[in-house]
Structures are given as C-alpha cells and as structure tokens.
Nanobody, 120 residues
C-alpha cells in the first residue's frame, strides 16, 4: 500500500523559512513526478511545485524565487524549501505522486497534509 507522510510544517513569522518533507513508501517512485499542492481556508487546493525523476521543475508563479522543490530518489522523499514566507502562503500543504503536471488530476497518490501558518 502506497503511503505518503508529510512533515516540517509549523508556525513561522513573515519572512521566515520552513522546509517540508514527504516520505513515500509502498513501492519505488523514482520514475514518477513528485509535487506539492496547498489549500488555504475557504479556497480550492492549488498547485505549488512539481519535480520529475531527473530534476525538471515547475512552479506556481507566486512562489518562484522563494520556494525550491527537490527530491532524493534513493529515499523516495521530496522536499519543499520555503523562504521569504508570506501570510498568503498559509495553507495545508499536500505532497502527491503522479505524472508531471500542474493539474491535480495527474496525481494518483496523496499525503494527509501538513499545516503551514505564516503570521504577519
């Protein structure tokens, strides 16, 4: 059974940094893309970033230059380094595994989410 477990969320002041991690288990995902999505209160879940098995990346425009996605294929783990955080980054962050895309429909496996709260 495939399982994704996120960690690293928390409360941080605006301008601060957090690093999210997502460990996948159940099988090897080295050929799949791994992604981060987020859902703010009262809003729909949105794409944040994705990375292919060999390191190609795609980002939401509003996080470009602030967030960096990376992965360790040997550990089946994807990371999201978030710098210069803003209150509008507050959301539950989800990791997902699937095909390289910004669409949620392309991802078949999802984690339970980790809360990120940025105070002003």
């Amino acid at each position: 059974q495939v399982q994704l477990v996120e960690s690293g969320g928390g409360l941080v002041q605006a301008g601060g940094s957090l690093r999210l991690s997502c460990a996948a288990s159940g099988r090897t995902f080295s050929s799949n893309s791994m992604a981060w999505f987020r859902q703010a209160p009262g809003k729909e879940r949105e794409f944040v970033a994705t990375i292919t098995w060999n390191g190609a990346t795609l980002y939401l425009n509003s996080v470009k230059g602030r967030f960096t996605i990376s992965r360790d294929n040997a550990k089946n783990t994807v990371y999201l380094q978030m710098n210069s955080l803003k209150p509008e980054d507050t959301a539950v962050y989800y990791c997902a595994i699937g095909a390289y895309s910004s669409s949620q429909r392309s991802y078949e496996h999802w984690g339970q989410g980790t809360q990120v709260t940025v105070s002003s």
